[in-house]
């Protein structure tokens, strides 16, 4: 049973368009939300994380917009760049001493 | 800068051998882990630690064992490598930030 069910499993946006990729988590103990990237062989690197007190944050391009009542979170890539193209993936944990769940990852490409 | 060290960076193997893949840090996190994941694919976890003496398995079930005897070192050892174990395999310590990723060891068994 996946914890974590990420959409879509790939993704083609123009540059300068906005990426946009879900999750929708079923365990409503997870309360830590991160987004990693991943770049063709290198290891997956935090991007930004939410926890489930606020709805919205922002760094940068990037933003995570958190429905707790829906169960889901997504990652919003504005202005999106040809060097954004890699694979992202949400997870999710509880507190205490549990391994981050992942989702099965997206892969963004960003086309010129 | 945080960092998690993963030798080899690449490795081919023959059927049958015992390998050994080597994961250090140096940031002194109690937490690691091990993932076993196919190019750009769904990572998987096989095994994870929270200090030492402690280990548990993940989800994937892995014919591989690791140990903890020192915090900054998390080894994940393969007694009998067969050519379903070619993947690569990322280690990654926790802190509160959250994880940090090595660069992993693709790992080849022919």
């Known amino acids: 049973q996946q914890q974590v069910k990420q959409s879509p499993q790939s993704l083609i946006v123009q540059k300068g368009g906005i990426s946009i990729i879900n999750c929708a988590y079923e365990?409503?103990?997870?309360?830590?939300f991160p987004w990693y990237q991943q770049f063709p062989g290198k290891g997956p690197a935090l991007l930004i994380a939410?926890?489930?007190?606020?709805s919205e944050k922002k760094e940068g391009r990037f933003t995570i917009s958190f429905n707790k009542s829906a169960k889901q979170f997504s990652l919003h890539i504005m202005d999106s760049q040809p060097g954004d193209s890699a694979t992202y993936f949400c997870?999710?944990?509880?507190?205490?001493?549990?391994?981050?769940?992942f989702g099965k990852g997206t892969r963004l490409s960003v086309i010129a | 800068e945080a960092d998690i060290y993963q030798i080899p960076r690449y490795l081919v193997i023959g059927t049958g051998k015992k390998i050994t893949l080597e994961c250090s840090q140096t940031?002194?996190?109690?937490?690691m882990y091990w993932y076993q994941q196919d190019p750009g694919m769904e990572l998987h976890l096989i095994h994870y630690?929270?200090?030492?003496?402690?280990?548990e398995k993940g989800d994937l079930s892995s014919e591989s064992t690791v140990s903890r005897i020192r915090t900054e070192h998390f080894p994940l050892t393969l007694e009998s490598a067969r050519p379903s174990h070619t993947s690569q395999y990322l280690c990654?310590?926790?802190?509160?930030?959250?994880?940090?990723f090595g660069s992993g060891t693709r790992l080849t068994v022919v």
């Open positions: 997870a999710a944990s509880m507190r205490g001493n549990t391994p981050l769940v």
């Open positions: 365990n409503t103990a997870f309360d830590y």
């Open positions: 939410i926890r489930p007190d606020v």
């Open positions: 940031m002194g996190h109690d937490k």
């Open positions: 630690s929270y200090g030492v003496n402690s280990t």
């Open positions: 990654a310590s926790q802190s509160a930030y959250g994880y940090t």
